[in-house]
């Protein structure tokens, strides 16, 4: 099946929703107008890691998060990115939601590799689960940046049958190549499509790279952006996936009752 997605790599205001909306309302009308099937959006994209508000953005992203569906059901277009929002218990999360055309909740996944370099494992609670959505073009699975260094976690998606994963992120310099490394390899090494938006900019803290990419099943770059904001959109086929583990049939040439996890 061919699908059309959009990577929305943009800088983030600190701590401004309303600013950051407005952003992404024009950029998913720009991607609805070419076309897109799919828009992604980068990690935290509606806030940032506002670590000094998180309580007060935090209360009011639930407001946030029906604004957002509400710009899906607009398009018409699945949408998906990271935000801060509250987990059952009342706690403050990194969550991605995968929005349908309708405005639905499709899929939720709340990060569970909290990377503590960039202090969020002080703030957040971590998630519990993964997360596969199905979609008309297949079994879908959702990540947030830090997750991209945990192969188990996309060979679990793997071997459910998961084809693509949407990965939002925030990735900064100097670690450009631990990212085109590493969002190959879990292409190569897993069969599926990685689909990686990164945002730019810098918050005060860090410089982040951009370099967005769609990876395909071979581990050819697909489409990949540079180091400032843009909209990049790309056209891929699905059936690839079937195409390659067919010819590289590596889930059925595992020995699990050799390997030691733990």
Known sequence: ?????????????????????????????????????????????????????????????????RAVAALAKKHHIWLNGSMLALDETGQPTNTSILFDPQGEQAGLYRKIHLFGVMDEDQYLAPGQSLATVETAWGQNGLAICYDLRFPEMFRSYALKGVNMVYLPAEWPHPRLAH??????????????????????????????????????PWGNTVVEAGETEVLLTATIDTETVTTVRQKIPVFRDRRPDLYQLG
Not at 34 to 45: I, K, L, N, Q, T
Not at 185 to 212: C, K, L, P, W
């Open 1 to 65: 099946m061919k699908l059309t997605i959009s990577l929305a790599q943009i800088d983030i205001e600190l701590g401004d929703p309303a600013a950051n909306l407005d952003k992404a309302a024009a950029w998913t009308a720009e991607a609805a107008r070419r076309g897109s099937d799919v828009v992604v959006f980068p990690e935290m994209w509606t806030t940032g890691c506002d670590w000094s508000n998180i309580d007060r953005l935090a209360a009011s992203q639930d407001e946030m998060i």
């Open 179 to 216: 990212w085109q490394t590493l969002l190959r390899a879990r292409a190569i090494e897993n069969q599926m499509y990685m689909v990686a938006v990164n945002r730019v900019g810098n918050d005060g803290t860090y410089d982040f790279f951009g370099h967005s990419a769609i990876i395909d």
